[in-house]
C-alpha cells in the first residue's frame, strides 16, 4: 500500500461521517420483502451451484438406471371388450321398479358381478378353453415337473394341479376388471406380448360369462325351490310350539309387568352408583389431605394458606425473624432487644401451631365423616342390586323363550317369500349381460412407455439431487458466508480472509507455516518446507491460512487484512478500539496469524503497535515471528519479574513491538485477572496506539473470557466452512456473559473460488493475478 492510501486511511479514523461513526447493527442489515425473497432465491442458487456434482450424479444415476429398465422390457399389449350388466328382473313390478329407485343391493349386485368377472373359476374355463396351460408365456408359472424336480414321490396330480395354480395367478395378475363410472359397463382388459392372445382372452372371457350367469340361474332356481319347500313344513310346526311354550311361561310366573318394574329398579340402582361414585370420590379427596395433614404437611389443606390470620401470623413471624436476625449481627443473645424480639417469635409459632391443629382437627372429622356416608351408601347399593338381579333371572327364561318365536316366525315368513319369488322366476331364460364390444387386436404396446419413463426418471432424478443437496447444506452447519454470521450469530462480519490455498495458488510475501517455519520469498509451501522447520524435520499439519503479508503485497489476502483494519478502525463510534483481543471457539482457527497481520497492518499506518501473546498455554507468536529467546515476557511481568519496558521485543516489522508470552506459568487463568494485568495494559495504552492480544479459545479456557472483559473490543475468528455455528454461538454467549464487547467475526481461510463468493470478491482474485509477477520482482528485491 502507497503512502497516500496510507493517510487516507489514518483520516478516515479521525474525520469520517457521523453515520460511519455509529456502531455496527445487525438490525440494520434487514431487507424488504421483495429483496429478502430475491436474497433467498440466490441462496438457493449458491446451493445448487455449490452441490452441483451431487445433483448431476444423482441425476444421472437416476436417469441411467430407468433407461436400462425400460428398455429390458419386452412390450406389453392391452385388448378391451366392454360388457353390460343390466339389473335382473323378478318378473314382478316393484315400488322402487315403479319409481326408478336403486337402493344398496343393486350396488351390490354390481360388485359381486365384477368379482365374478375376476373369479378363478371363470379363469379356469377360459384357459381351458384356450389351452393356456401350454402357452409359453403362462407356461413357466407353474411349478417344474417331478422329474425335473428331483421329487419322484410326489403324485402327479397334485404337480398338476400346483401347475395349473401357477398359470391361473399369472392369468389374473394380466387380467384387469374396470368399470365405467355412471353406468353398468365393465371393461374388461387382459395384458400379454403376443397382440393376438390378448383379444383372444377378453373375448373368451365374455363369452364364458354370459353362459356361466345363465347357467348359474337355472340351478339356483330350482335347487332353491325344492329346497324352500322341504323347510318350511318343519318350521311351521316349530313356530307353533315355540309361541304355546312362551304363553305358558308367562302365565305361571306372573311376569306380565316385568318390563316397567325392571325399568324402575334399574333407575333406582343407577342413582345409588352414581351417589356412592361421588361419595368415593370425596373420600378420596379428604383422605388424601388427612394423609397429608398426619405427615404434618399442612400446605395441602385447601384453606390454611389463604386464611387471613394464618397469613398476618406468617407475616408477622417473618419480620420478627428479620429483626432478629439484625440484631444477633449486632448484640449477643443475652440483649434484652433480642430476647424480648426471640419471645415474640415463639409466641407467634405457637400460634399458627394452634391454627394448623385446628385445621388438623377439622380435617380428620370430614374425613371420618366421609367413611360413614360411603359405608351407607354401599349398603344400599348392595340392597339395590339383589332385587335388579331377582328381577333379571326371571325374565331371562321369558326373554329366551320370545325371541325363539321371533327367530321362527322370521324365518317362517322369509322361507314363504323366497318360494314365491322362485316359482316367479323359475321360467326366466333371458341373460341380463350381453356384450357391447369384441376385444379387437392392438395395434401399440401399451408398456413400456419410453419417453413418459425418461420423463419421469429426468423429474425424480433432479429433485432427488436437489434433496440430497439440501439434506447435506442442511447437515453441514459450517459458517460459509457473510450471511451466515449474520443470520445465525447475530454479529457483523468484519473481514474474510482468503485461503492461501484457493484454486491451489499460495499467497506471496512473507510466508510462514506452522511446523515449517517462517521466511521470505514466494510464500508457497513447497519452499516454506526448503526454509523452515520443526527442528527434527518433519513436516506437520499446516494451520489455515498460516500466512504473514508484506508491505508490498497486492494479493487478495494483503487486501483482506487492510479492509479488516478499515471496518475495526470504523467499527465503533467516537474512536477507533485500542485494546484489542483475538479469540475464537476452538483450537487451529488462525487467530495467532489474524493477530500478527492486523498488527502488521495497523503498524503499516505509522501507528505505534503492540502485539501481547496472552496464549501462556500455548504461545506461538515468538515461534512466528523468529524473535530472539528471551526470559522475560507476559508472565514475568504479571508475575513481577520484569518490568513492562524490559519484556518488550522490537519486531523486524518497523512500529511493531511484541510482549511475547515469556516463561509458560502454571496458573495462567489467575495471572490474567490480576489486577497486574490491568496495570499492564493502562501502560501499554499509554505508550502504544493500538494493542493487540492473541487469547486463548473461550470454550476451552477462561482466559479468553477474563481479557475480553478487560478489552475495548473482543473479534471472534471462525475458520469459515469448517466450525459449526453452535460452537460459535457458545462462545458469543460465553462473551456475553462477562460483558465483552463482541464487535464482530473474521472469517477466516476462506475459499473465494466457491460459488458463494463468486462476484462478491472477484476484484481481489483478479487483482492478484495482475500483480503476481510485480510482488514476486519486488519480494526477490528484498
Avoid at 315355540?242 to 311361561?249: A, I, K
Avoid at 311376569?255 to 361419595?279: G, M, V, W, Y
Avoid at 493487540?692 to 473470557?705: F, T
Wanted: net charge neutral; aromatic share 6%; charged share 25%.
Amino acid at each position: 500500500m502507497n503512502q497516500a492510501s496510507e493517510r487516507n486511511e489514518t483520516s478516515l479514523t479521525t474525520t469520517r461521517p457521523a453515520e460511519l461513526a455509529q456502531p455496527i447493527n445487525v438490525a440494520s442489515y434487514a431487507v424488504g420483502t421483495e429483496e429478502g425473497q430475491a436474497l433467498f432465491l440466490r441462496e438457493y442458487w449458491d446451493i445448487i451451484v455449490r452441490r452441483r456434482w451431487t445433483i448431476l450424479a444423482t441425476f444421472l444415476v437416476v436417469v441411467v438406471s430407468v433407461a436400462i429398465a425400460t428398455l429390458k422390457q419386452r412390450p406389453v399389449y392391452r385388448a378391451k371388450a366392454i360388457v353390460q350388466i343390466d339389473k335382473e328382473s323378478s318378473g314382478v313390478l316393484s315400488f322402487k321398479d315403479l319409481f326408478g329407485l336403486e337402493g344398496w343391493e343393486d350396488e351390490l349386485y354390481l360388485e359381486t358381478a365384477y368379482k365374478n368377472l375376476s373369479s378363478r373359476t371363470l379363469a379356469r374355463r377360459v384357459i381351458d378353453k384356450l389351452q393356456l396351460d401350454k402357452n409359453p408365456e403362462f407356461a413357466g408359472s407353474g411349478e417344474t415337473s417331478p422329474a425335473k424336480a428331483g421329487s419322484k414321490d410326489l403324485n402327479d396330480q397334485i404337480w398338476v394341479d400346483r401347475r395349473m395354480q401357477g398359470v391361473m395367478d399369472g392369468f389374473l395378475g394380466c387380467l384387469t376388471i374396470n368399470p365405467v363410472r355412471r353406468s353398468r359397463w365393465v371393461e374388461i382388459m387382459f395384458d400379454s406380448h403376443d397382440p393376438m392372445l390378448s383379444a383372444r382372452v377378453v373375448n373368451a372371457l365374455a363369452a364364458n360369462y354370459v353362459q356361466l350367469n345363465l347357467e348359474v340361474k337355472w340351478d339356483a332356481t330350482y335347487k332353491a325351490s325344492d329346497m324352500i319347500s322341504q323347510q318350511l313344513i318343519g318350521l311351521k310346526v316349530k313356530l307353533e310350539k315355540s309361541e304355546e311354550e312362551l304363553q305358558r311361561y308367562a302365565k305361571q310366573n306372573s311376569i306380565l309387568l316385568i318390563d316397567e318394574k325392571q325399568s324402575i329398579t334399574s333407575q333406582k340402582l343407577k342413582q345409588l352408583q352414581e351417589e356412592l361414585t361421588r361419595a368415593e370420590a370425596d373420600l378420596f379427596q379428604k383422605e388424601a389431605v388427612y394423609n397429608r395433614v398426619k405427615s404434618g404437611d399442612m400446605t395441602a389443606v385447601p384453606g390454611v394458606l389463604e386464611d387471613r390470620l394464618y397469613q398476618e401470623l406468617s407475616s408477622r413471624l417473618m419480620d420478627l425473624r428479620r429483626q432478629h436476625a439484625e440484631l444477633s449481627s449486632k448484640f449477643t443473645p443475652q440483649y434484652p432487644r433480642v430476647e424480648q424480639v426471640k419471645t415474640q417469635m415463639d409466641e407467634v409459632e405457637a400460634a399458627m401451631e394452634r391454627q394448623r391443629l385446628a385445621v388438623a382437627r377439622r380435617v380428620a372429622d370430614e374425613h371420618k365423616s366421609a367413611q360413614d356416608r360411603g359405608k351407607l351408601l354401599r349398603g344400599a347399593v348392595a340392597a339395590q342390586t339383589r332385587e335388579f338381579n331377582d328381577i333379571g333371572e326371571k325374565s331371562i327364561q321369558y326373554n329366551i323363550l320370545k325371541r325363539e318365536v321371533d327367530t321362527n316366525r322370521q324365518l317362517y315368513e322369509g322361507l314363504l317369500q323366497r318360494l314365491k319369488e322362485a316359482g316367479v322366476s323359475a321360467g326366466m331364460k333371458a341373460s341380463n349381460i350381453r356384450v357391447v364390444d369384441q376385444g379387437e387386436v392392438p395395434l401399440g404396446p401399451i408398456r413400456p412407455k419410453i419417453m413418459l419413463n425418461m420423463a419421469l426418471a429426468m423429474m425424480v432424478g433432479l429433485g432427488l439431487g436437489l434433496s440430497m443437496a439440501f439434506l447435506q447444506e442442511f447437515l453441514d452447519d459450517s459458517l460459509k458466508t457473510p450471511d451466515d454470521v449474520r443470520r445465525q450469530i447475530g454479529l457483523p462480519t468484519l473481514g474474510v480472509i482468503p485461503s492461501i490455498v484457493s484454486k491451489g495458488r499460495a499467497g506471496y510475501g512473507y510466508g510462514y507455516s506452522y511446523g515449517y517455519g517462517y521466511g521470505y520469498g514466494s510464500g508457497s509451501v513447497e519452499k516454506q518446507k526448503q526454509i523452515g522447520g520443526d527442528g527434527g524435520g518433519a513436516p506437520q499439519k499446516e494451520v489455515p491460512g498460516a500466512r504473514l503479508i508484506s508491505p508490498y503485497m497486492n494479493t487478495a489476502q494483503s487486501e483482506a487484512y487492510r479492509s479488516l483494519r478499515t471496518a475495526i478502525l470504523l467499527s465503533t463510534p467516537g474512536k477507533p478500539p485500542r485494546v484489542i483481543v483475538l479469540t475464537s471457539a476452538q483450537p487451529t482457527e488462525g487467530k495467532t496469524k489474524t493477530a500478527v497481520n492486523l498488527s502488521i497492518t495497523l503498524a503499516q499506518l505509522g501507528s505505534r503497535v503492540l502485539l501481547v501473546d496472552s496464549d501462556m498455554r500455548r504461545p506461538r507468536i515468538a515461534t512466528v515471528l523468529k524473535l530472539p529467546a528471551s526470559s522475560a515476557g507476559l508472565s514475568t511481568c504479571l508475575a513481577g519479574q520484569s518490568s513492562f519496558e524490559e519484556s518488550i521485543v522490537e519486531s523486524q516489522v518497523p512500529n511493531l513491538f511484541v510482549l511475547p508470552c515469556g516463561p509458560i506459568p502454571p496458573n495462567p487463568a489467575e495471572l490474567v485477572a490480576s489486577s497486574m494485568m490491568e496495570q499492564l495494559l493502562a501502560e501499554a495504552v499509554a505508550k502504544f496506539d493500538y494493542v493487540i492480544l492473541d487469547s486463548p479459545p473461550v470454550l476451552h479456557v477462561a482466559d479468553g473470557r477474563v481479557l475480553a472483559a478487560q478489552a475495548d473490543a473482543v473479534m471472534l475468528v471462525v475458520w469459515g466452512g469448517v466450525t459449526s455455528r453452535t460452537l460459535v454461538i457458545q462462545a458469543k454467549d460465553l462473551l456475553g456473559q462477562v460483558n465483552a464487547n463482541v464487535i464482530g467475526v473474521i472469517l477466516n481461510n476462506v475459499d473465494l473460488s466457491a460459488s458463494m463468493y463468486y462476484g462478491r470478491y472477484r476484484y481481489y482474485r483478479y487483482r492478484s493475478e495482475r500483480d503476481r509477477p510485480a510482488t514476486q520482482e519486488v519480494q526477490a528485491a528484498d
